[in-house]
């Protein structure tokens, strides 16, 4: 039982380019969500999915995009990349709404 | 939403001692988590505690949702302790954990 897993751990991305973070669950929960960790600062939601094709934002949407096809997977996608995107990324799940979360390893973005 | 509020921001303790980590929130909450990230940025899972009081080893946590804080106990410290605690909480939304700034935990030998 792998829990959560993100891939990649590392990326640096020059601005404007795309790319999307994966994150794949093995505990075949419904709920799936993003957040973004800041220096000095918790985690905040960026986007978060209660199950395959449904989707929604959270705090910090602007400049991400998601889609949920399967159960197991819930992509994040870069689509044009910029400096203030720079963070590091987690992925989420949990079982129920309110439900104990479970965190990936997460991926340290550089954006320059 | 809620606002959660950590305190203290840093603590540096000599390995064997006791610390109490205080976690405040502006509303009612119907579940609170407790996180440990170490070193390597990882975050463990340390409780998840809408009331009441668990133990865990040399950790324990309590939750009072009626007066909005939940206060986590670590005894006994280990230089492994050190790391930055979270608390996070879902208040309003039931998909949305709101997370504190952290407590940063530096345990020395």
């Known amino acids: 039982n792998a829990g959560v897993t993100q891939t990649p751990k590392f990326q640096v991305l020059k601005t404007g380019q795309s790319m999307t973070l994966q994150c794949a669950q093995d505990m075949n929960h419904e709920y799936m969500s993003w957040y973004r960790q800041d220096p000095g600062m918790g985690l905040r939601l960026i986007h978060y999915s209660v199950g395959a094709g449904i989707t929604d934002q959270g705090e910090v949407p602007n400049g991400y995009n998601v889609s949920r096809s399967t159960t197991e997977d819930f992509p994040l996608r870069l689509l044009s990349a910029a400096p203030s995107q720079t963070s590091v990324y987690f992925c989420a799940s949990t079982r129920a709404p309110e439900g104990e979360q479970f965190f990936g390893p997460g991926t340290r973005l550089t954006v320059l | 939403g809620i606002q959660v509020e950590q305190s203290p921001p840093d603590l540096i303790l000599q390995e064997g001692a006791n610390s109490t980590l205080r976690c405040n929130f502006s509303d009612s909450v119907n579940n609170l988590q407790w996180f440990h990230q170490n070193p390597w940025g990882q975050l463990i899972n340390l409780f998840y505690?809408?009331?009441g009081t668990k133990q865990n080893g040399r950790l324990s946590a309590t939750t009072v949702a009626t007066e909005r804080y939940s206060l986590l106990y670590i005894s006994s410290s280990q230089t492994t302790d050190s790391g930055v605690y979270f608390c996070?909480?879902?208040?309003?939304?039931?998909?949305?954990?709101?997370f504190g700034k952290g407590t940063l935990l530096t345990v020395n030998p």
């Open positions: 996070a909480a879902y208040g309003g939304s039931n998909y949305k954990l709101t």
């Open positions: 505690i809408p009331s």
